[in-house]
């Protein structure tokens, strides 16, 4: 059911202090709270809501918490806390008065995420508008873009025999002992012992040891899948649950080392993929290729992020960016005049391939484009402030769903970073010019 429409009263309370007097209404956060359209997002997500039911929460209240948390990298349990002894956060998300307690419930916003779905571009999209708005990104600064591709990495551990055969006795008893199936033995007790000293023999390079270990793992887990398969024979709705992680745990146990082809990475998370990156500190990732759409060169408020999108399957670059460019111009309603992308995207599917110039070419480049080319570089730190200022350096959240919301929302909360900073500046402009302004300067003395 749609959330009952907030208006605020205007009126002061003997027992409770409104927040516009404790506050300093020409806060930066203040002012992208007035820029942002609440109306317009809530219009756009209205059919989310079920017709019965009880009155949902306020749009301005959860999508303002999601901005919150990515603007200044929390989590979502650290948002929920940080609101409630910050008066501007109350205020960002639509509060009059300040509030002592979090009125909502923390999963809330786990739910929402869910909900939102394809709808999360559209914060995107608003973001750029109130950079529009505010002055920090012009309208010509949408016609020259730099294209890249990065990894998101999962939030899993480093995946080796001896951890992933672990993970999978100890997934396949938690949830035997969460849906009733009475298991002969769980193998926990040796499964921990053997990984154990599975990591131990290995790191001394003693690995006839190693692999006896591990064939001690190989051999519980089997074990453990027949044991689980016999209890549940008959079960339809058993068989239905276990299906998925003894499939898993099936391709964990018959996976080796060094063989080519699909592989699981994880018990918990098998949407992960090996990415390798070949770099000398990180050879390998383990996530989703992600890919990102920046302004080329620096807009007023800085370099802006146009488009972001997950590319699960890791596919070859230049296969994506026919999709990329299109998708980006749907989102900034502005044709790409120019698109700057590196050696990755040759043999790339652009639609327009002579107004795409990859790095290191030669032919054609000369002038303005040269300069250009020059900048695309600047796109790297774009994706290292993201990663290290927000949430694209690791994501915690679950499946597939979670990797394409995680990257579209940490772009928004760069995005707003900067429109923040800008802001910010021109706070600062202001109140100097009106200082100058009102300066009494001295009276000049008469000539002698």
């Given at each position: ?27 930066e956060l203040v002012q992208l709270a ?312 040759r043999g790339h599917d652009a639609p ?90 001295p009276a000049l003395k008469p000539a002698?």
């Amino acid at each position: 059911m749609r959330p009952k429409k907030h208006e605020t009263t205007g009126s002061a309370d003997l027992f409770r202090a409104r927040l516009d007097q404790i506050i300093n209404m020409r806060h930066e956060l203040v002012q992208l709270a007035g820029k942002i359209d609440w109306e317009f997002i809530d219009g756009e997500i209205a059919p989310l809501y079920s017709d019965g039911g009880r009155p949902g929460i306020a749009t301005q209240f959860v999508i303002g918490l999601f901005l919150l948390k990515h603007i200044y990298g929390l989590s979502d349990e650290g948002v929920c806390e940080r609101w409630v002894y910050d008066p501007y956060f109350q205020h960002f998300t639509g509060e009059e008065f300040f509030q002592h307690e979090f009125p909502h419930e923390r999963s809330d916003l786990s739910h929402w995420r869910k909900r939102l779905g394809g709808k999360l571009e559209l914060l995107l999209a608003e973001s750029l508008r109130v950079a529009h708005e505010s002055g920090a990104l012009r309208t010509k600064d949408l016609a020259r873009v730099t294209v890249d591709t990065t990894v998101q990495p999962k939030d899993i551990t480093f995946p080796t025999d001896a951890k992933l055969l672990h993970a999978a006795i100890k997934g396949l008893t938690r949830l035997a002992r969460k849906r009733g199936v009475r298991l002969r033995q769980s193998y926990v007790r040796i499964a921990k012992r053997a990984a154990m000293m599975a990591g131990r023999y290995a790191h001394a390079k003693q690995f006839n040891r190693h692999r006896r270990q591990l064939r001690i793992l190989r051999t519980r887990l089997g074990r453990l899948i027949r044991d689980i398969r016999r209890k549940i024979a008959g079960n339809a709705e058993l068989e239905a649950v276990f299906a998925w992680p003894l499939s898993r745990a099936d391709q964990i146990r018959s996976q080796q080392q060094r063989q080519r082809g699909w592989k699981l990475y994880s018990f918990h998370a098998p949407e992960v993929e090996c990415i390798g990156r070949g770099k000398a500190s990180a050879p390998y990732e383990f996530g989703v290729k992600a890919s990102v759409v920046t302004t080329n060169a620096r807009a007023p408020g800085g370099q802006f992020v146009l488009h972001a999108r997950t590319l699960p399957g890791n596919p070859y670059d230049g296969h994506t960016l026919g999709a990329v460019i299109e998708a980006t111009e749907r989102l900034t309603g502005r044709e790409i005049e120019r698109a700057y992308v590196d050696k990755g995207y040759r043999g790339h599917d652009a639609p327009n391939p002579r107004r795409v110039f990859i790095s290191g070419q030669k032919r054609g480049v000369f002038g303005r484009i040269k300069r250009e080319l020059t900048r695309r570089s600047a796109i790297e730190a774009v994706i290292g402030h993201m990663k290290a200022e927000g949430h694209l350096g690791r994501c915690y959240l679950k499946g597939r769903a979670g990797d394409a919301a995680n990257v579209i929302l940490s772009a928004v909360g760069y995005n707003l970073r900067l429109v923040l900073a800008w802001l910010r500046i021109i706070s600062r402009v202001i109140l100097l010019a009106l200082l100058q302004t009102f300066t009494i300067r001295p009276a000049l003395k008469p000539a002698s």
